[in-house]
C-alpha cells in the first residue's frame, strides 16, 4: 500500500570533524561529520570530496550519509596509541577486518541473511575505508544465548576485528554483549530489539543498536488492537526468549493502560511442536487477539494449529518481526493469510531505498527476504563514518584504530542521513529513527495496513485512518446524498480538487449507456453527453461531425455544425485555412506565424506556453536504471539551439518541469545549464566513457510543446552524438506511442510533452511524477511522491512553495527526464470569425464561436482523435473532440483557467478540505433525453475508480488521468 507521508525537511549540518586522539577520546571529540554524499553516489557510490569541499547539501534525500574522508587520517603521523582499551593496528595495504555474526542457518537463517546483504551492500557503496580495504568475518551466532556466547567468543578472540555487525536475536545479543565489551569491542545490532539491551539499568557499553526498541514496537501493536480493530480482550505467548518475553509484556502492560484485558500470558519452548495444550488453556479466556512475537517456525505451529482449537477460530492472530519472512508464509500456508503481524516499516523516504533495492535484486536475484536490511546498511556506514572520524597514522605509517574512542565516534552518531531515517545515538545505544508498521499477510504477501514513526498506529492528519483509504488513493468515498447531491470523501486535503473535477476526462456518461457498454464499445465512438454539441458522424481517417444540441441546459451552440478535420502537416494546414475549405486550424508551424499574421483574411491567436516538452527515459531499462548516465543527459542536450531553430515566438527553453507562469512552480534546484563536458565526465563516471547505443521514439504529430518532431529528433541525435549516444530514430503511430508510454514499455529515449489542463504544480509533477503516476519513467521515486502529497495537501502558498522546491530538487537530480521547452504556439482562423480564441489549456470551445454568414465551423487539428471516451484518453486532439460533447462537473472558464460551475451549480468544502459537496444543475439532459443525476455521477467515477467493476475497462484500461490525479485504483491486484 502506498502512503502520503508529510515530507520531512531536513536541516544539514556541517559538524566539524575532530580527530579523536587514542588515548581517550571522549563522544564530544570522536563525533563524526554528518555530511550528505554527492547525488550521483545513489547510483555508482563514489569516493566523498575532501573536507575542504563539502557535498552539496541537496544531495542529502539522495543517498544515506557516508562521511568525508581526507587523504590521510585525521590525527598527524607518528601516533602512538594511549586508548584505554588498546588499539587496532592496520598495517600499510591491509585491510580493515570487521565481524558479523547474525543467523544465518536453520528456521530462522532468513533474517541473518537479509542482514548479510545489507551489510554487504553498504560495503560495495562505501569502498574503502580511510584507504584501506574492508574485509568482513562472518559467523554464524544462530537464535539462541549458545549460539551467540561461541560466535562472541571466536570473534572478540581475534585482536584484528575493529567491530561488530550483529546480533540479530535479542537471545543471542544479551550473552554476546558483555563478551564484546570485555575485549573492547562495540557491536551495533541490526535487530536486537529487547527493551532491556538498552534500558539504563541493564545496558553493556558495548551494545548500539539501528533497530528500533520494542518499547516501541509494542505500543504500536497494543493501540493498533485497541484504536483500530476495536477489540479489548487479547492474550499472549512467548517463547522465554529475551525479545519475545519483553516484547508481549510491553504489549500487555500498553493494552491494560489503554483499557483492555490480558486474559492470559502463556510461554512456549523453543524447539516445540505441539502448541495444542497452550492453545486450548487460552482459548478458556475467550480472548478477541493473540499476539505471540516469537520466531519462525515456532510460530508456523501456533498460527496453523490454532484454527484447530473450539473458540479460536475466528480470533484474530499476530506475530512481529520475527516472522516477517517468506519462510514463515511457507511453513504457516493459509492459515496465515489475514493475521497481521508488526515490525519495522519498509516505506522508507528517500530515493536511497530505492536504489538499494535495485542494487539488492542486482545482486542477490531477488528482494530482501526479511525486515531488517536497511538497519544493517545503516549501522554498516555508522561504523565506517567513525572509522574514519577516530583512525590515526603512527610513525610506520600503520594505521591506528582505538577501541575506546571508536565507541566514543558510534556513541557521538548524530543525524546521520541513513536509509532508515535520521539516526542518532543517545548514550543507552539506541540510535533508531523507529518507524513501525502493522501489516496483514493477503496472498502470501505482508501488506502494510498502518505505520507511523513514534506514534505509530495513529493515521496521518489527512484521514488516512479509515479502512476505505487503504489503498492508498486520495479518494475515500463518493456518495450520493440525494438525486442531486453527491458528496466526496478524501483521504487527504486536496486544494487543486476543484481544477482537477473540471477536467474532461471526468465528464459525467449516462449510467445506463455505461453498463450496455459495459465501459467499451459503443462507448469509444458513439458518446451520449450533456454537451452543447452531440456527435452525428465519425468517418474513420476522414472526419467526424457534431451537430447543435437544442435541448442543451446552458447557453445554445452558435454554429448548427461543426466538423473536425486533421493534417499533421503544418503546411497542409494552413494551405485549407488561405483557401477557405477550413475556418481555423491548432498549431500553425513556427514559420507560418508572420505568414499568418501578414495576411488580412487571416487572424492569428497566440497561445501561452502552459506546457512542456521533454526528453524521457526509463529506468527500468539500461543504460538509464544508471542515474549517472539520467544526469549525464541533462548536461548534454543544448535547448537553447532546439528552441531558437524549431520553436515560435514566445517559446522559452525549460529550467523546471512546469512552466513558471503557475504559481510555486519554479522553486528549488533548476535543471543544470548546457555543458557537455561534465556531461562526458558522468558518462565515463558511470562506465560509459565510449557512450552506448539507444533509439528515440516519438509519434509524428505536431503539439503545441512540440511543433516539429521530426527535425527535433533529428537534432538531438545529433547533439547526443557528439557524447558518443548513437541513436536511431523510430517513429510510432499516436495511439500506440501513448499506449506504449503508460505502460512502461517504450526503450531508449522518447520524446512527449504535455499542456496544462489547470494551472496548479499538480497537474504538471502529480501526474508525472506523483504515487500514482504511470511508469513512463519506470519505477516512481518515493521522496518525490512524498514531497508532492503534502504539496497537494497544503493550502498556505508558501508552504506549498518550500514542498514544491523539495520535490523539483529531487526531480532534477534523479532525472527521469531532460526537460527542454515551454512551447508557443497559437491558432489561426479565418479574419472575422466570433470569439474566436486560443486556449492557454488547449481546449478551444466552439459552441461560442461562430463564421458570419455560414452555419457550419471547419475546424482543422494536428492528429484525428482516438476515441470518444476520454476518461480513458490522454491525447489532446481527442480531449477537445470530447470537450464539446460531454461535460464534467465543473469546468474551466472559455479561454481562459478558472474554474465554473458545469453540471454541478455550485459545491462547497469542509475547513480541512477532505469533504467536497456538489450540487447537481436541476433539468440537465442527456443527448438521449435521459435526466442527469447523481447516480449517473457514481458510476461515471466507479467506471474509472474501481479496479474491479465490470466497466473498468475503456479502451486500453489504463484510465491514466484518474491514476495520475486520485492516487491509484481502488481494488487493484
Known sequence: MSKRFFLLICVLASIALIAAQCGGATPEAAKPAEEPTKEAAAEEPAKEEEAEEPAKEEAAAEEPAKEEEAEEPAAEAGATCEDPLGCVTVAQGDPIRIASSLVTSGPNETLGIDSQHGIEIAMDDFGEVVGHAVELQAEDAGCSAEGGQTAAQKIASDESIVAVIGHNCSSSCTPAAPIYNDAGLTMISTSCTAPALTDPASHTPSFVRTAHNDNVQGRVMAEFVYNELGLTKAATIHDGSPYAEQLQQVFADVFVELGGTITAQEAVNMGDTDMRPVLTSIAAGGPEFIYYPIFIAEGAFITVQAKEIAGLEEVKLAGADGMISPDFVAAAGEAAEGMVISGPDLNFAGGAYDDFIAKHETKYGGPPPSAFHAHAYDATMIIFNAIGAVAQ????????????????????????????????????????????????????????????????????????????????????????????????????????????????????????????????????????????????????????????????????????????????????????????????????????????????????????????????????????????????????????????????????????????????????????????????????????????????????????????????????????????????????????????????????????????????????????????????????????????????????????????AEANTLLMQHAPMVPISHGGSGTAFKAGTEEAHASPLGNEYFAVMEVPGQDTLIWMQNAEPISTYCADETDGETLRLCEQVSEPLLTYEVAGTAVEPALAESYEANDDLTEWIFHLRPGVKFHDGSDLDAQDVLKSFEAQWDAASPLHTGRSGDFTYFSAFFGGFKNAE
Open 393 to 804: 597514522t603512527d610513525a610506520d605509517g600503520n594505521l591506528l584504530i582505538g577501541r575506546q574512542a571508536l565507541r566514543d565516534a558510534i556513541y557521538a552518531t548524530s543525524d546521520h542521513k541513513g536509509i532508515t531515517g535520521n539516526l542518532s545515538c543517545n548514550e543507552y545505544g539506541d540510535c533508531a529513527d523507529p518507524k513501525i508498521a502493522v501489516n496483514t499477510i493477503s496472498g502470501g504477501e505482508y501488506v502494510p495496513i498502518s505505520g507511523a514513526a513514534d506514534e505509530p498506529a495513529a493515521a496521518s492528519d489527512a484521514g488516512g485512518d479509515d479502512a476505505s483509504c487503504e489503498y492508498g488513493g486520495l479518494i475515500k468515498s463518493i456518495e450520493a446524498v440525494d438525486d442531486l447531491t453527491v458528496k466526496f470523501n478524501l483521504c487527504s486535503p486536496d486544494v487543486a480538487f476543484p481544477s482537477k473535477m473540471a477536467f474532461t476526462a471526468f465528464s459525467i456518461h449516462p449510467s445506463e449507456y455505461l453498463e450496455e457498454t459495459s465501459g467499451t464499445g459503443d462507448l469509444l465512438e458513439k458518446p451520449i453527453g450533456t454537451g452543447p454539441y452531440q456527435m452525428t458522424d465519425w468517418s474513420r481517417g476522414e472526419s467526424i461531425q457534431l451537430e447543435r444540441y437544442d435541448d442543451y441546459w446552458g447557453v445554445p451552440a452558435k454554429t448548427d455544425t461543426v466538423i473536425f478535420r486533421w493534417s499533421s502537416e503544418a503546411a497542409q494546414r494552413l494551405l485549407e485555412l488561405q483557401s477557405g475549405t477550413v475556418d481555423g486550424i491548432d498549431n500553425p508551424s513556427p514559420d507560418d506565424f508572420a505568414v499568418i499574421e501578414g495576411d488580412d483574411t487571416l487572424a492569428l491567436y497566440p497561445r501561452e506556453g502552459l506546457n512542456i516538452f521533454y526528453l524521457g527515459m526509463n529506468r527500468a531499462i539500461p543504460p538509464f536504471d544508471n542515474e549517472l548516465v539520467r544526469q549525464a543527459m541533462t548536461y548534454g542536450i543544448d535547448k537553447s539551439r532546439i528552441v531558437d531553430n524549431f520553436y515560435p515566438a514566445g517559446s522559452i527553453t525549460s529550467e523546471y518541469f512546469t512552466p513558471c507562469a503557475i504559481p510555486g512552480a519554479c522553486t528549488g534546484e533548476a535543471f543544470p545549464a548546457y555543458d557537455p563536458e561534465k556531461a562526458k565526465e558522468l558518462l565515463a563516471e558511470a562506465g560509459y566513457a565510449d557512450g552506448f547505443s539507444t533509439k528515440i521514439s516519438y509519434r509524428d504529430v505536431v503539439r503545441s510543446y512540440l511543433p516539429e518532431p521530426g527535425v527535433v529528433a533529428q537534432d538531438i541525435q545529433a547533439q547526443l552524438a557528439d557524447l558518443g549516444v548513437n541513436i536511431e530514430i523510430e517513429v510510432m503511430e499516436s495511439g500506440a506511442f501513448l499506449d506504449a508510454a503508460d505502460d512502461g514499455a517504450l526503450e531508449g529515449f522518447h520524446m512527449l510533452g504535455w499542456g496544462a489542463d489547470y494551472p496548479d504544480p499538480t497537474n504538471f509533477l502529480d501526474y508525472h511524477f506523483g504515487g500514482g503516476a504511470s511508469p513512463q519513467f519506470g519505477e516512481g521515486f518515493s521522496d518525490i511522491h512524498e514531497a508532492l502529497a503534502l504539496g497537494a495537501s497544503l493550502t498556505d502558498q508558501g508552504e506549498r512553495d518550500e514542498a514544491y
